[in-house]
């Protein structure tokens, strides 16, 4: 029976909106994944593998497992965090003097960007990662069900050879006592 070897987990870190989250898993594409981001935020200095070692010990308990905390918070990493971010205090603004001008009138609010374009377009793309995974794993209980007929048919040729053999070394034997040589 082979091993297959066990690779040592790293811990990374990334933030995402009002959250730091933390992964144990062996590699950076692996930590990707679980992010699910297709951004390498490695190169773009987003993320970076943990030093922390209270970090670290929470990862590797739940190995592959985003765990997240609110960001500037020193609460422990859960799968799900509990506590609010915390925000800086907004600096003061000064008061507004009485304008000397009248104001002239703002310029018309452009309206909205249409995103429904966009939205039809995540909506297809969406649709075609559900039809491969679907299909892959179609595939995989083909697999499957291949392997366990060339197990069965291997079993029925080693039962049907082990047979056919006696056979031949008993009229062999019978053979030979009747004075025949080979």
Known sequence: MRKTP??????FQAPFGFY????????????????ETRQNLFAFGQAHEVEDPEAIAAALSQPGVVLKRAVGSNAPF?????????LPDAPERPALKPAAKPVAPSRPRA???????????????????????????????????????RSAAQAFYVQRRRAATTAVVEARSVYRKAGGTD
Do not use: N
Not at 78 to 86: D, F, G, R, V
């Open 20 to 35: 730091d989250t933390i992964v144990a898993v062996p590699s950076r594409a692996a930590a990707l994944r679980a992010w």
């Open 78 to 86: 859960a799968k799900e965090a509990t506590s609010l971010p915390i």
């Open 111 to 149: 309206q909205p960007a249409d995103r429904s374009a966009l939205t039809k377009a995540e909506a297809s793309l969406s649709a075609i990662d559900r039809a491969r995974r679907a299909e892959e794993a179609a595939f995989r209980r083909q697999q499957e069900e291949l392997d366990a007929a």
């Open 6 to 11: 066990v690779r040592r987990l790293k811990v």
